[in-house]
């Protein structure tokens, strides 16, 4: 069974920093593509950043976060990072991770298509920038 699970979350101050990692159990994270998405309350749930499978080296990130927000990937771990510097309070939500197997990091982040049937979600970690 394929399981993620986010961690890092917490309250931080504009300006802060915040590492989340997302933990797969069950299935190795270098042959998927994974992906980095938020909800904020009231707003719709968007795409951060995406990262190819290791042996396709490729990366996506929305523009609200392009310069301070950094996705990588550590395989002996098997974890994905979100390093997100810089935070605003525009940065708050629900942080979730997800895999697919097939999807690029294009696709899975920019595309079209159904988000639920991606192959594995995270529960989600909140993440609260205030002052």
């Not at 974890?79 to 997100?84: A, C, D, G, K």
Request: glycine share 10%.
């Amino acid at each position: 069974q394929l399981q993620l699970v986010e961690s890092g979350g917490g309250l931080a101050q504009p300006g802060g920093s915040l590492r989340l990692s997302c933990a797969a159990s069950g299935f190795a994270l270098d042959y998927f593509t994974i992906g980095w998405f938020r909800q904020a309350p009231g707003k719709d749930h968007e795409a951060v950043s995406c990262i190819n499978r290791s042996d396709e080296p490729s990366y996506w990130y929305a523009d609200s976060v392009k310069g301070r927000f950094t996705i990588s990937r550590d395989i002996a771990k098997n974890t994905v990072y979100l390093q997100m510097n810089n935070l605003t309070p525009e940065d708050t939500a629900v942080y979730y991770c997800a895999a697919d197997a097939t999807l690029i990091a294009q696709a899975m982040c920019a595309g079209t298509y159904n988000r639920n049937g991606l192959d594995a979600w995270g529960q989600g970690t909140l993440v609260n920038v205030s002052s």
